[in-house]
């Protein structure tokens, strides 16, 4: 991509977080994420692209703002992703780690999934070769371990707060390693598996569009991804075989998922969380933090952006 894209869709992830944080606590699940939505979508649709959204996981719920078939003023061609509002309902409810996402690749490169759950593994790069999903959870977490050279105990899981974890919690607590345990928000709880910062590894079942963001962030980044799409029945078989996938066994990676480098990654924080910093409201406006990653080049960029609402209305 010759243009920076990733600073055009921050801007839309800036807005969409700012929108939701001025409803934080408020306790309305659908009134904060419909708002996040339609204040994305009014920024995106300024970039002179013809994008085409992909991956959107409230797609046909009539009581949510629906995205429109086409986003962008017009011009080339693009895949796009967007999660206006990681976490809305714990934004409603006050609680930590909501973010907002997107992604914007070249035409027809992000893989469409089903809305069905997806039991992923999430290292960093130094970690990634030694991971196997089909191996039991206890013994990707030794492996990761060992090839960042540390004791097991000294290891951190993160995994979602829920009780289908049960069993998983227990066999990662019998071997030792730390747990960090997340309410919401898997998709930052996987990024912070990526960077090390607050995790060595994710561990667990989630939504299968989410996977799709967190491969654009290692096709970015680095790092590494294998996930396998649960079935419950043949139902979720047929809804995958209308997105083109046939084979029900198949472990997919970063580049399964995201099929090209001319990728851009972007986020917000809306609250406090383990990825970025939530939204900070001053006297005449508000900062935000934000984090900007390009596939080509691999550079990133972590962004403290200061908004004043007297100047230009952001809402």
């Given at each position: 991509m010759?243009t920076?894209?990733?600073?055009?869709?921050?801007r839309?992830?800036?807005?969409?977080?700012?929108?939701?944080?001025?409803?934080?606590?408020?306790?309305?699940?659908?009134d904060?994420?419909?708002?996040?939505?339609?204040?994305?979508?009014?920024?995106?649709?300024?970039v002179?692209?013809?994008?085409?959204?992909?991956?959107?996981?409230?797609?046909p719920?009539?009581e949510?703002?629906q995205?429109?078939?086409?986003?962008?003023?017009?011009?080339?061609?693009f895949?796009?992703?967007?999660?206006?509002?990681?976490a809305?309902?714990?934004a409603?409810?006050?609680?930590n780690?909501?973010?907002?996402?997107?992604?914007?690749?070249?035409n027809?490169t992000?893989?469409?999934?089903?809305?069905?759950?997806?039991?992923k593994?999430?290292?960093?790069?130094?970690?990634g070769e030694?991971?196997d999903?089909?191996?039991a959870p206890?013994?990707n977490v030794?492996?990761?371990?060992?090839?960042?050279?540390?004791y097991?105990e000294?290891?951190?899981?993160?995994i979602?707060?829920?009780?289908?974890?049960?069993k998983?919690?227990?066999?990662?607590?019998?071997?030792g390693?730390?747990?960090?345990?997340?309410?919401?928000?898997?998709?930052?709880?996987c990024?912070?598996?990526?960077?090390?910062?607050?995790?060595?590894?994710?561990?667990?079942?989630?939504?299968?569009?989410?996977?799709?963001?967190?491969a654009?962030?290692?096709s970015?980044?680095?790092?590494?991804?294998e996930?396998?799409?649960?079935?419950e029945?043949?139902?979720d078989?047929?809804?995958?075989?209308h997105?083109?996938?046939?084979?029900?066994?198949?472990?997919f990676?970063?580049?399964?998922?995201?099929?090209?480098?001319?990728?851009?990654?972007?986020a917000?924080?809306?609250?406090?969380?383990?990825?970025?910093?939530?939204v900070?409201?001053?006297?005449?406006?508000?900062?935000?933090?934000?984090?900007?990653?390009?596939?080509?080049?691999?550079?990133?960029?972590?962004?403290?952006?200061?908004?004043?609402?007297?100047?230009?209305?952001?809402f």
């Amino acid at each position: 991509m010759n243009t920076n894209y990733g600073m055009e869709i921050v801007r839309a992830t800036e807005i969409a977080a700012l929108t939701a944080a001025r409803m934080q606590g408020l306790g309305n699940h659908t009134d904060i994420l419909n708002r996040a939505r339609s204040s994305l979508i009014k920024v995106l649709n300024r970039v002179p692209i013809d994008g085409t959204i992909v991956n959107d996981r409230f797609t046909p719920r009539t009581e949510i703002v629906q995205f429109p078939a086409k986003i962008g003023q017009g011009g080339e061609k693009f895949d796009l992703m967007a999660i206006p509002l990681e976490a809305y309902r714990s934004a409603a409810d006050g609680k930590n780690n909501a973010s907002a996402f997107a992604v914007i690749a070249e035409n027809k490169t992000i893989q469409s999934v089903p809305n069905l759950n997806m039991y992923k593994i999430v290292v960093g790069a130094e970690a990634g070769e030694v991971i196997d999903i089909n191996q039991a959870p206890v013994v990707n977490v030794k492996r990761v371990a060992r090839a960042l050279k540390k004791y097991t105990e000294n290891v951190t899981v993160c995994i979602l707060n829920q009780a289908r974890h049960n069993k998983l919690i227990h066999e990662v607590r019998e071997c030792g390693a730390r747990i960090k345990l997340i309410e919401d928000g898997e998709i930052s709880g996987c990024l912070s598996a990526i960077t090390g910062e607050k995790a060595d590894i994710y561990i667990g079942y989630g939504f299968a569009p989410d996977a799709v963001m967190v491969a654009a962030a290692i096709s970015c980044l680095g790092g590494y991804f294998e996930g396998k799409i649960f079935y419950e029945n043949d139902r979720d078989r047929s809804e995958s075989q209308h997105h083109g996938i046939t084979d029900f066994d198949k472990i997919f990676h970063a580049e399964d998922l995201i099929k090209s480098h001319k990728v851009a990654f972007a986020a917000t924080g809306v609250s406090d969380g383990e990825f970025l910093e939530g939204v900070r409201f001053t006297s005449n406006g508000a900062q935000t933090s934000s984090f900007v990653a390009r596939g080509e080049t691999h550079t990133y960029r972590q962004l403290r952006t200061t908004h004043f609402f007297d100047y230009k209305p952001v809402f």
